[in-house]
Nanobody, 114 residues
Framework: QVQLVEAGGGLVQAGGSLRLSCAASVSIFGINAMGWYRQAPGKGRELVATMSRDGSTNYAEPVKGRFTISRDNAKYTVYLQMNSLKPDDTGVYYC????????WGQGTQVTVSS
């Protein structure tokens, strides 16, 4: 079992920045992949960014160049730095871990005002 706890969401004006964190209950060093997904009101959950165990990253097209996923293995934590935020980035952001199974955090709300 892997427990994930997100933090760092909030209300920000367009053009601003936020950094989300996802603390895992176990070492993330051996986890195959960790990532961030989001769900906007009335829409399905979509991929934002992922990072594989080897450090390779993948970003959704709408966030490329604005968001950066990173990790601190010693702190069992994955981050999502979000810059140049837009109202379309509004939604609940979920942390995801894929190892022996798939695990989700409870989500953190990000609201970007215009």
């Amino acid at each position: 079992q892997v427990q994930l706890v997100e933090a760092g969401g909030g209300l920000v004006q367009a053009g601003g920045s936020l950094r989300l964190s996802c603390a895992a209950s176990v070492s993330i060093f051996g986890i195959n992949a960790m990532g961030w997904y989001r769900q906007a009101p009335g829409k399905g959950r979509e991929l934002v960014a992922t990072m594989s165990r080897d450090g390779s990253t993948n970003y959704a097209e709408p966030v490329k160049g604005r968001f950066t996923i990173s990790r601190d293995n010693a702190k069992y934590t994955v981050y999502l730095q979000m810059n140049s935020l837009k109202p379309d980035d509004t939604g609940v952001y979920y942390c995801n871990a894929r190892t022996n199974g798939e695990y989700w955090g409870q989500g953190t709300q990000v609201t970007v005002s215009s």
